[in-house]
């Protein structure tokens, strides 16, 4: 366990160095912080016989959702060290494993592996990769950008698209299946055609209607009497749609 610590101190610390906002006084006191807290947190979750287990608890882990790691903030406070001072990237996962330490920038990306330290020694070889990946590290802080802004976005504004495109817009309103509903109308549709007024055959006054004229003897002729028309058309029953009801006791 001491040498994937010293191997995750150490990748953290030239990550500081690479930003250049801690000096080097500063920096070896971040390092002995971090060194004590991650053997405080990892004494009791260390498995070298199943590297595998607790892998969850000991990542160190920074993204979108959590911009900062609550272990490597832990160090900062008992430094007295601000945290974006170290230049971490914005998204990057950092797994300490018995025997090997890996890294992943971005959430979408391969993990990669920092050292291995199963049979090895710390040469030249390690501080070589160590400075790889911390070159990566630093061109990916660098560059501003995250994961879900180079393909999450993409995919989302054309899911947008492809769904306003795939589902039309209601033209007109929604009809009815009953012929005789006063909905019957779209908005855009055209209506029926009136019936003609002509097509109404004429019939003959009752006798009671109209004003009779008395006869008289005067000069002037007797007016024509005035004929009061009632409606040409005869009640056949209730209208009953989906929207109305009406009372079939109509007088």
Known sequence: MKEEIAATVFFIARLAKKHCKLDRVRREKFAVELTSVLFENYKNHWYPENPTKGQAFRCLRMNKAQT????????????????????????????????????????????????????????????????????????????????????????????????????????CIPTVSNPNSVYQFSEFGQPPPMQNWGTYPKRKPYASEGYQQHSSSGPYPPHKSFKAYRPSYAFSGPRVDRYHWVSKNRS
């Open 68 to 171: 900062r790691d609550p272990v490597i903030e832990c160090a900062c406070r008992q430094s007295d060290i601000v945290y974006e001072n170290l230049g971490l990237p914005k998204e990057m996962t950092i797994w300490v494993d018995p025997g090997e330490v890996s890294c992943r920038y971005g959430e979408k990306s391969t993990p990669i592996c920092v050292t291995q330290l199963v049979g090895q020694k710390r040469d030249g070889e390690f501080s070589r990769r160590i400075n790889n990946v911390v070159e990566r590290a630093s061109s990916d802080y660098h560059s501003g950008t995250s994961s879900d802004e180079e393909g999450g976005n993409t995919s989302m504004s054309s899911s947008i698209s492809s769904s306003s495109l795939s589902v039309p817009e209601p033209k």
